[in-house]
């Protein structure tokens, strides 16, 4: 019998896959693959080369049917979780703050990022911009 080697993967003592020297997991390289991330995207925020990339995707494919058995356990873990947890602290001051005090955090925003994100949770939440 053969033994495939994946160059820039190494097997971590609790058996899971990981770009050698950097320590992110196979497995998040494969769901970002599963979410249809660019190698250009995830090199432009993480310390990884293309070629770190596509071992990880190629040790991905050699084993799919058990890795994407992991995937989909820890997403059904994540949202039986935070089902149980209810509404986020967040959610739960957004709700309670006025029009008038979004409007002030708002306004003490300087990165349009931010501003972008607090609108989004407030449509998320069924309120609009002050």
Do not use: C, N
């Amino acid at each position: 019998m053969s033994t495939v080697a994946y160059p820039h993967i190494a097997i971590r003592s609790d058996g899971v896959p990981i770009i050698g020297g950097v320590g992110i997991k196979v497995r998040f390289l494969a769901e970002a693959f599963r979410d249809g991330r660019t190698v250009d995207e995830l090199i432009e925020d993480y310390p990884l080369t293309p070629s770190q990339i596509y071992s990880a995707w190629t040790y991905y494919f050699d084993h799919k049917v058990e890795m994407d058995k992991e995937i989909e356990d820890g997403e059904r873990f994540a949202e039986q979780f935070l089902a149980q947890q209810g509404e986020s602290l967040v959610d739960e001051k957004f709700r309670e703050m006025s029009d008038a005090d979004l409007r002030a955090l708002i306004d003490r925003q300087s990165d349009s990022e931010d501003i972008a994100w607090i609108a989004a949770k407030l449509r998320e939440l069924g309120r609009k911009l002050p």
